[in-house]
């Protein structure tokens, strides 16, 4: 009799070994794609941009920080589902490289109805950041990085416009508002401007906190053409 317990709860622990290196096999990354932990920060890579290619760094973690790494759902905490969106490798695996469409991190942002990501009563992802991800995807989702900042480009529509969408709506929109500030359109960015606030929290300035919350630090290039801005009165150019 207590053999066959011996017997039985070593068959248990050989299995358990052999599902444990089995999945761990799994894991592992397609063919071609290589994958990297770190990540230059965007203003310090050293790369050029190049005009056709999205890259992951500088636009699609981002972009996945605020609308689904937030704590309570995709990040290194909570990670629901067992899915971690706050970086790379997390995010590699609900993504199939080279097949948007069978790739969970885009079937679910083109979804409609309860099951899309972001969760009503977020909004969902705009026409043309649905569009980044698909392209990210068709590339390879290569974990790749390129700095492209012109500092003496500050205009509201092009510069400033496309900083906060990227980085900062996903949490600061109507539907969450984040220290009660909406970052979705220029009246509420002008406000959090005019406080003092907006430049305080990208330079992680003593007394506010940092932004984008959770995040690395925005290139020092990005916060002088928010700084410009601001100093040039806050237009809505
Ligand atoms: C992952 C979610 C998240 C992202 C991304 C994010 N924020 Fe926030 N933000 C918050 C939350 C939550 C608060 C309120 C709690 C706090 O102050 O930490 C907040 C507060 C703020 C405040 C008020 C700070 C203070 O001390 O009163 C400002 C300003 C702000 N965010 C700006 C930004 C900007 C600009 C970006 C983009 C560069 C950004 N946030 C990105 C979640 C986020």
Redesign the pocket.
Known sequence: MMQKKWLATGTLIVSVTVLFFACKHELPFPAGIIPVAEVANPGSSGKTCSADTVYFANEIQ?LL???C???GCH?AITHKEGINLSTYLGTLKIVSPGKPSSSKLYSTIVQSGSNRMPPPPSPAMTTAQIAKIQKWITQGAINNVCDQCDTTNFKFSTAIKP??D???????NSA?L????D?SGYAG?KS?AV?G??Y???NWSN?????????VK?PACEIQQ?KKWIDAGTPNN
Do not use: E, F, Q, W
Request: glycine content about 16%.
């Open positions: 981002p920080n605020s609308s790494a937030m704590t990040d900083l906060m990227n980085k900062c709506v996903g949490c600061h969450s984040g220290g009660n500030i970052l960015i959090a406080s606030k907006l305080g929290s990208v007394g506010i906190s940092a932004m984008p919350k959770g995040g925005m928010i």
